[in-house]
């Protein structure tokens, strides 16, 4: 989606730095991490939480010299538990627009934007999707084995048909954040957060997000453990 | 008597004294202390007098005492394995608000990025 760059909405976006936050769930994470803030900070995101989910190494110390929060978990729980941590962090110091980004440099900052758009425009929850995306190339093993699958998979628990179902880059209103609570510690959050904005009536809009592939990301086993979370919860929680 | 009930005769009076042992120390709450101490004393019962089972297994249309015998032991089994899983779901539960919180306060004890006060 090309953001236009006229002069109110220039304005509107220097307003919104003030009060948008990214949180970035981290876990063993330097390198790529780095370089997300290198690209994060350029577009003058003000509010950056890493949360650090009890790295070995601690992240503070990787990042010691960038001006961002950090929000550090003693043992590691979880990419769920994570997000969940960096929100409440995010709500509890104004924020009045979370982003969810990723640590391992898979999402383009320079289109955090236009999921900032969508909730300024008066959605509660923007969800990136790579499928809605023209340029978008994903390896096709892991589309028909995994991503197409999970989307089914999602819609059965969460009642959700969308695009793209394990998107982890999405943006929601401070009202969204206070409404979808993440009870799923590790990977199954994805799906959780779909089901939330279902219960609680949440008006979404997808946008096309493009993924850059480093390396493969959640594989087949991933997926089926993703697939027992949320049989789990659903039948003994 | 055979051997069989000897051994478990034996086993018995170990456990009946680690129980009462456990419920002096207080590490046993006296209800669950009920509950095992009947549950080993019809145990003890029912190998002592092993044509009891033989009736009960008759009178509940089993068939055979020690039918029922693994039947009984199946239920309780999975109950307490559903009862262990609960638990461990809760604690993992409690453990993760912990962790969650304890992150969240230290990080609002010094929540101010550098850019806000350079040092």
Redesign the interface.
């Known amino acids: 989606m090309a953001y236009e760059l006229t002069k109110t909405n220039f304005i509107r976006r220097l307003l919104y730095m003030d009060q948008v936050f990214i949180v970035i769930p981290a876990y063993n994470e330097s390198d790529s991490l780095k370089q997300v803030l290198v690209d994060l900070l350029a577009i003058n995101y ?2 950056i939480v890493i ?1 650090d989910d009890g790295s070995s190494c601690p992240v503070s110390e990787i990042i010691r ?1 960038f ?9 590691n ?1 979880g990419q769920g ?1 994570a997000l ?2 960096g929100t ?2 995010a709500l ?2 104004g924020a009045e627009i979370v982003v969810h980004f990723d640590a391992d440099g898979q999402h383009r900052a320079a289109e955090i934007a236009d999921l900032v758009q969508v909730i300024a425009e008066g959605y509660d929850v923007a969800l990136g999707s790579r499928f809605l995306h023209a340029r978008q190339h994903v390896p096709k093993t892991k589309k028909y084995f995994i991503l197409k699958p999970a989307i089914y998979v999602n819609w059965l628990f969460s009642g959700l048909k969308l695009s793209d179902a394990h998107n982890g880059f999405r943006a929601l209103s401070r009202h969204a954040a206070g409404k979808i609570i993440i ?1 799923q ?1 590790r990977m199954a959050h994805g799906t959780e957060i779909v089901a939330e904005i279902k219960k609680h009536n949440l008006k979404f809009k997808e946008v096309p997000v493009e993924i850059i592939y480093h390396e493969y990301g959640q594989n087949f086993s991933g997926g089926i453990k993703v697939v027992m979370d949320l049989i789990k919860q659903k039948f ?2 | 008597m055979n051997l069989f009930q000897l051994l478990i005769i034996g086993f018995l009076f170990i456990t009946f004294y680690r129980l009462i042992k456990k419920v002096r120390d207080r590490q046993v709450s006296q209800g669950l202390f009920l509950i095992w101490f009947v549950l080993w004393l019809a145990v003890g019962v029912l190998v002592i007098f092993p044509s009891l089972m033989s009736r009960m297994a008759e009178l509940s249309g089993i068939g055979r005492g020690v039918d029922l015998a693994i039947y009984i032991a199946i239920i309780i089994l999975l109950y307490t394995q559903f009862k262990l899983y609960h638990r461990l779901e809760e604690q993992d539960k409690r453990i993760s608000h912990l962790v969650r919180k304890i992150a969240i306060n230290n990080a609002q004890k010094n929540a101010n990025p550098s850019r806000d006060n350079p040092a």
């Open positions: 003000r509010h949360v010299d001006p961002v929060h950090i929000v550090t978990h003693s043992l729980l538990a969940r941590t409440e962090y509890q110091n009870e510690n003994f929680n």
